[in-house]
Antibody, heavy 121, light 110 residues
């Protein structure tokens, strides 16, 4: 059974940093692209960042480029999102999601339960 | 990258069919057959309902179907049921090597 479990969310001050983790199990982690998707309170879904299976390529939305870094550790089957220079508008639930195939393919077929990031002084 | 455009709300009676549109550009929806649809109930993670424009994952009811014409993709729910009441989002791969979600549609079963 595929499972994705996020952790690392919390309250952080504007300008601060946070690292999110997503522990994956039930599939060959290195063979699939992964993404982070966020949802601000009461708002819609926003794709944030993605990484190719094996970590060969990383991709970012313009809203986080230069501030967030996605990475993965295939030995630990874990996806990460390092978030720096956080702003109030980064406040959201952050979901990790598994792609159906390679990065650029259609569909995120498994999602974690999400972890809440709150940026506030 | 601007969000894809969806109607804010769509409603229907049990047993009816409804269609949700998702309008983008030639740089996303119109340029690739990598459109997917998600159902999200309150407080839950999204669930994949359609991928590659019209394919259903295993376990998703055949009452859900997808299509695309030009820059607009559509999700049709036939035989509407109370459990279909949820938010629905489309998603597309883009020429910027990113993904973009739709604005979201709240489906109400009357």
């Amino acid at each position: 059974e595929v499972q994705l479990v996020e952790s690392g969310g919390g309250l952080v001050q504007p300008g601060g940093s946070l690292r999110l983790s997503c522990a994956a199990s039930g599939f060959t982690f290195s063979s699939y692209a992964m993404s982070w998707v966020r949802q601000a309170p009461g708002k819609g879904l926003e794709w944030v960042s993605g990484i190719s299976g094996g970590g060969g390529g990383t991709y970012y939305a313009d809203s986080v480029k230069g501030r967030f870094t996605i990475s993965s550790d295939n030995s630990k089957n874990t996806l990460y999102l390092q978030m720096n220079s956080l702003r109030a508008e980064d406040t959201a639930i952050y979901f990790c999601a598994k792609s159906t195939h390679f990065f650029g393919s259609s569909g995120f077929d498994y999602w974690g339960q999400g972890t809440l990031v709150t940026v506030s002084s | 990258q601007s969000a894809l455009t969806q109607p804010a709300s769509v409603s229907g009676s049990p047993g009816q069919s409804i269609t949700i549109s998702c309008t983008g550009t030639s740089s996303d929806v119109g340029g690739y057959n990598y459109v997917s649809w998600y159902q999200q109930h309150p407080g839950k993670a999204p669930k994949l309902m359609i991928y590659d424009v019209s394919n259903r994952p295993s376990g998703v009811s055949n009452r859900f179907s997808g299509s695309k014409s030009g820059n607009t993709a559509s999700l049709t729910i036939s035989g509407l049921q109370a459990e279909d009441e949820a938010d629905y989002y489309c998603n597309s791969y883009t020429s910027s090597i990113t993904y973009v979600f739709g604005t979201g549609t709240k489906v109400t079963v009357l």
